[in-house]
């Protein structure tokens, strides 16, 4: 089946710092999406994102789906950004999501 | 338009017991995903619903059941709990196949297995 896979695992970082998340999958595919999923376990969607860029606000993607990567950028982050970020992949016939591990971000103030 | 919503938000069961979850699908939406997240992971998938049919299925074992209703609200079961069966269990809605549509998640159902 796909793999996916997320660097980094952790990132901490100073409130107003830059960060880039990546995603690496190992077959096409032709759904990507971005999720953060805030403490309480809910995941929100960010971006569906299954190829090119997109940009909301502070938050942009770029999905390059011929060598099979994702990158979530994050400019002038907030504390409220804190959480864990998932990118997932569309897995086969039946359309389920596969999620890599997470990156794990602690914005401090 | 009205988001997913999951029913309870938290259960505590103990092992052996059977469980009921819950999940209204976002308005418009016609198939129902289920997945488990266990702590420090990414969700696993369990099992989608797409037109109250069973449409695919993931690698859990047949005591996880489903049903999807006429108005595309659906029901996760799960027999015999296990102390490995606690985890956050999520539901995602998405019209059509989540093959080239976006999923949408509920807020989630934590279960405790005693």
């Known amino acids: 089946g796909i793999q996916v896979e997320q660097s980094p695992p952790d990132l901490i970082l100073q409130e107003g710092a830059n960060s880039t998340l990546r995603c690496n999958f190992s077959d096409s595919v032709n759904n990507l999406q971005w999720f953060h999923q805030n403490p309480w376990g809910q995941l929100i969607n960010l971006f569906y994102?299954?190829?090119g860029t997109k940009q909301n606000g502070r938050l942009s993607a770029t999905t390059v789906a011929t060598e099979r990567y994702s990158l979530l950028y994050i400019s002038s982050s907030q504390t409220t950004d804190s959480g864990v970020y998932f990118c997932?992949?569309?897995?086969?016939?039946?359309?389920?999501?596969?999620f890599g591990k997470g990156t794990k971000l602690s914005v401090k103030p | 338009e009205t988001g997913v919503t999951q029913s309870p938000t938290h259960l505590i069961k103990t092992r052996g017991q059977q469980v009921t979850l819950r999940c209204s699908s976002q308005?418009?939406?016609?198939?129902v995903s289920w997945y488990q997240q266990a702590l420090g992971q990414g969700p696993q998938f369990i099992f989608q619903y797409y037109r109250e049919e069973e449409n695919g299925r993931g690698n859990f074992p047949p005591r996880f059941s489903g049903l999807q209703f006429p108005n595309y609200s659906s029901e996760l079961n799960v027999n015999a709990l296990e102390l490995d069966d606690s985890a956050l269990y999520l539901c995602?809605?998405?019209?059509?196949?989540?093959?080239?549509?976006?999923?949408?998640f509920g807020p989630g159902t934590r279960l405790t297995v005693l």
């Open positions: 995602a809605s998405s019209y059509g196949l989540a093959t080239y549509n976006e999923q949408f």
């Open positions: 997932a992949v569309e897995g086969g016939s039946q359309g389920n999501l596969i």
């Open positions: 994102i299954p190829s």
């Open positions: 308005s418009g939406h016609n198939t």
